[in-house]
Structure formats: structure tokens, C-alpha cells
């Protein structure tokens, strides 16, 4: 009895951690949100439901890449340092949402954009097409030169440019840190040498658009062509910042040759169409497994219940960019949970036929139906993978709308497999039994 009372009051804690997740937010009620400190660290987290382009609206831009003047061995990085150039570009801009992602064909590179909630994409396409400009700045001398105003203190052009670098790339320091190491040219190695003599003791900023990237402060005169960047990095940190100054170094010239633009009015007539879809559905399985099931499916229908509040309180913490695909993979990730509990019954109800209690027979129900679930489950998850591609091999899917219908399938399918085998038994152990 005490196990019984334990696992409801489990049960009833994470229904309503989950229902508040899903607190719909409006100009009234705000997003639920987490703003704490934990063992000194500070904690926010802000729970919202992110639409992407084709269900908030917005305009897809989609970019050729020109690598002919690249060296093979450089393209990728060329690409990459495109690639994280233009989404920093899109941040700047004040797109939300947004996606900058590369698709590799046989014979081309393309760069793919998604602003969701940008209808005019004019001022986008220019800022976006250019191609990046790398900068050295020095200190100005007649304003001061405190971490609260650096950035204003570094205008001082030192004419050392993105041209001037043959390659950055990660490196460790000598004491085992991530670091930076740049190569220059032999103008480029010149041109540092006496940057470098001439701001001994004080910070060089190195700016990408305008934007600061990093200010290292000079140790000592630098001779030889190559620079090592230390600081606080880690080891993405300073994989990021070689890549970022690479982009100066291997600019890459990119060519709009797709616009496409949907209006908000489409995109909300798709998400009111999507919702009603998803309760239809929801509301008819749960209706069938009361009339098929009787009272093992009223406890299957709060098990989905409790299921569809789950997986939705997961796309709202990750977050998840809900697409119209990724709406379909949820939907069908309904249908997977609704086959374990089907298999689950159908195995009581042959114990309980075979004159076994009802204790034995939810015992022997369960076990005997979890490889059967478990071999479904593995086998969607498998084609999921596949589908959503997270290592973007050439010769597989690499499109968004593709990978977010993946995605919310494989969270859909985890969720049901947990809910089928663990929230459904608890159900069962706590009310079937009883009634």
C-alpha cells in the first residue's frame, strides 16, 4: 500500500511539473520560467514554444557557395567558416529562431537560411551576401583603456587585414590551455611585427563586420610570421575563434539562388490546422481504446494523456523548432505509444485467459511484451537517426524540415516506450486492481 501511494504521488508530481511547462503564454499570462540559484550557480530557463518557418512564417534564403579558388584540403573550413559567419550575421541582425545550416550536393555547396517571422528580406540578403571582412585594431590613446570600454578604445586601424593571414588554427599553449595559433603572410608577418612592438602591454582587438572577436593583450614584440592567442578558452572556444578568423582568410563568395517567402497568416492557419489534428487524433485513440478495453483502456487513455504532456514539455525545454514535418513525427509518435499498450493488454489478457491472477498476469503480461515493444522502438529510432543525419553525410537527408520530423519522431517514440512500460504498469497496480 505504502508502494502504491508512493507512485502516485510520483505520478501527480510530474503531471503537474509537465502541465505547468505547458502553460500557454499570452500578452496575459507570461512563458513559465526558472530564474534560481543552485550550489552557486545561477539557473535560468525559460519554457516556449518554438514554430519555424513554415508555421510561424518567415523567408528561406538559399546561398551557393564558390569554392573554385579554395584548395581542396581548405574547403570544409572555408565552407564552416562561411557558414558560422553568416548565422553570426543573422544573430546580429535580430532574427530569432533562425537556421543557417550547409547541404553538400555532388557538384555544388549550398548554405541554407531560415528567418522565421521576416517578410522584407531585402536588408537580410544584403547584409547576408557580403563577404566578411577581418580587422586588427589598436588602442586609441586618448581614451582609456578599461574592460568597460575596450571595444570603444579599439579603433585605431593597424592596416594588418583578413589578406594578410595564410591560416588559425587550435593549438595548445605551454601549459597544456587551448590556445589559438595564426600564420601570416610575408607582408602580414611584417605588418604584425611592428603592430605588435609598437602596442607592447596593451590589447590588439581582432573584429569580423565590426564585430569583436577577440582583444589579446601584446606580451612582447613578435617576430617570425606566426602568433599564438591565449586566454580562457576551451577547447570549442578556441576552435570557434580559428574558424571565425579563417572566414577573413578564406573569404568565400556565396550567390542567392533560392527566395522563397510565407506569410504569418499561412503559417498560423497551418499551426490551428496542426493542433486540431493532433487532438483528433489523440481524442479518437484514446475513444477506441475505452470501447475496446473497457477499463485497461481509460487507464491507457491517462497514460497518453500523460504521454502527450510529456513529449510536449520536452520540445518546450530543449527547445524544439516544431515544424509542419516534426507536427507529423509527434502525431505519429501517438500511434507507437498506442501499439505498446495494445501489445501490453493483448498479453494480460492471454495470462488472465490462462487462469493466472491479475498480479501475475500484469507480471508475465509485461515482461513477455517488452521485447516486442523494445524491437519496435529500436527499429524506429534506427530510421530516425538515419533521417535526421547529425553527422550530415552527402549520401543521406540534410534537409531541416526532414531532420525536425526525425526528431520529434525519436522523442515521441522514447517517451511512449518509457510511459508504455513504466506510467502505464503504475496505473494498473494502482487502480485496475482495485476496481
Do not use: C
Not at 195 to 211: H, L, Y
Amino acid at each position: 500500500m505504502k508502494r502504491i501511494k508512493a507512485s502516485t504521488t510520483l505520478l501527480l508530481l510530474g503531471l503537474f511539473i509537465v502541465v505547468w511547462i505547458n502553460l500557454p503564454e499570452n500578452k496575459y499570462i507570461p512563458a513559465p520560467r526558472i530564474d534560481t540559484t543552485v550550489l552557486s550557480r545561477h539557473i535560468e530557463k525559460e519554457f516556449t514554444t518554438k514554430l519555424g518557418l513554415d508555421l510561424k512564417g518567415g523567408s528561406q534564403l538559399v546561398f551557393e557557395a564558390d569554392l573554385s579558388k579554395i584548395k581542396d584540403s581548405d574547403r570544409e573550413s572555408a565552407l564552416e567558416s562561411t557558414r558560422d559567419i553568416i548565422e553570426r550575421r543573422v544573430n546580429f541582425f535580430g532574427v530569432s529562431e533562425s537556421s543557417v545550416q550547409t547541404v553538400s550536393g555532388q557538384n555544388s555547396e549550398r548554405i541554407v537560411i531560415e528567418l522565421p517571422g521576416l517578410d522584407n528580406t531585402r536588408d537580410a540578403i544584403n547584409l547576408l551576401g557580403t563577404t566578411a571582412k577581418l580587422s586588427f585594431m589598436s588602442q586609441d590613446k586618448k581614451k582609456i583603456a578599461t574592460d568597460s570600454v575596450q571595444l570603444e578604445s579599439l579603433t585605431v586601424d593597424t592596416g594588418l587585414s583578413g589578406k594578410h593571414i595564410k591560416k588559425a588554427q587550435t593549438t595548445f599553449d605551454s601549459t597544456g590551455q587551448p590556445a589559438v595559433e595564426i600564420s601570416f603572410t610575408n607582408e602580414g608577418a611584417k605588418l604584425f611585427e611592428n603592430v605588435t612592438e609598437k602596442n607592447v602591454g596593451k590589447p590588439v582587438g581582432i573584429f569580423i563586420d565590426s564585430q569583436l572577436l577577440s582583444a589579446p593583450v601584446v606580451q612582447q614584440k613578435i617576430t617570425g610570421g606566426t602568433a599564438i592567442i591565449t586566454g580562457s578558452f576551451t577547447p570549442e572556444g578556441a576552435r570557434q575563434l580559428s574558424i571565425a578568423i579563417n572566414s577573413g582568410a578564406l573569404p568565400v563568395p556565396i550567390k542567392l539562388i533560392e527566395q522563397r517567402t510565407i506569410g504569418p497568416t499561412l503559417g498560423a492557419e497551418q499551426v490551428n490546422q496542426s493542433i486540431f489534428a493532433g487532438s483528433l487524433g489523440l481524442l479518437s485513440v484514446i475513444l477506441f481504446m475505452m470501447i475496446y478495453y473497457g477499463r485497461l483502456g481509460i487507464i491507457a487513455g491517462l497514460g497518453l494523456t500523460f504521454y502527450a504532456l510529456t513529449t510536449f514539455a520536452i520540445f518546450r525545454t530543449v527547445p524544439v523548432t516544431l515544424t509542419l514535418p516534426g507536427v507529423a513525427g509527434f502525431i505519429l509518435s501517438i500511434g507507437m505509444a498506442v501499439d505498446a499498450n495494445i501489445l501490453i493488454f493483448e498479453r494480460i489478457k492471454e495470462e488472465r485467459r490462462a487462469g493466472r491472477d491479475h498480479e501475475v498476469a500484469v507480471t508475465l503480461g509485461f515482461g513477455r511484451a517488452i521485447d516486442a515493444i523494445k524491437d519496435a522502438n529500436v527499429t524506429t529510432l534506427i530510421v530516425a537517426f538515419v533521417l535526421f543525419n547529425p553527422l550530415n553525410w552527402t549520401f543521406l537527408p540534410q534537409f531541416s524540415l526532414v531532420k525536425g520530423f526525425a526528431l520529434t519522431l525519436a522523442i515521441g517514440v522514447a517517451v511512449s516506450l518509457f510511459t508504455g512500460v513504466f506510467i502505464t504498469r503504475r496505473l494498473i497496480n494502482t487502480f485496475y486492481k482495485t476496481s
